[in-house]
């Protein structure tokens, strides 16, 4: 992983999960530290982790002890998916790692790991971090990652590696 990516999510080590959620497209998403509340009533959620990690279209699986609890491509339905990811005990993200060019690896405590993977060739995101300072840190299907600043009328990316 990019060395100043790792600079700008240091912080993020040692968090605990407080949000997981199974969103459109079986996309998954995680958030650690502590929750940001908000007042929109077109969300399911009333709140967000401070940290948010996930992928909105890229294969992943939630695996603890060398069993895989959940992926991306099980055979159930949105409400059987959430109710198995509710039932799983996320602890403090460890480490992120990546695997290859196009797969990440999440570390957290009691020996679990979420793993994110590149599968299609269109121009997307495979893995995205979203920080507490509005910035976003993505890994793209060209192996590149970039860093954005949401929140203005258009995101200002910058690659990084």
Known sequence: MVKKILEIINPMFGLKCCSA?????KSLSLG???????NNPRLIDTYHGEWEIGSYYSAWRI???????????????????EAK???????????????SKFDIRVEMTNNMF?????????????????CPDKHCIEL???GRW????????VLRRKYVS
Do not use: W
Request: net charge negative.
């Open 21 to 25: 959620r199974i969103l459109s497209y």
């Open 32 to 38: 650690f530290g502590g929750k940001v509340f908000y």
């Open 63 to 81: 695996l603890q002890d060398d069993k895989i609890l959940l992926g991306k491509t099980d055979a159930f339905d949105y409400p059987q998916m």
């Open 85 to 99: 990811l509710e039932k799983i005990k996320f602890g403090e993200i460890i480490s992120i790692n990546q695997l």
């Open 114 to 130: 979420i793993e994110f993977f590149g599968t299609t060739s269109a121009r997307d995101e495979i893995f995205h971090i979203f």
């Open 140 to 142: 793209f299907s060209n």
């Open 146 to 153: 970039g860093i954005d600043k949401m929140g203005g009328p």
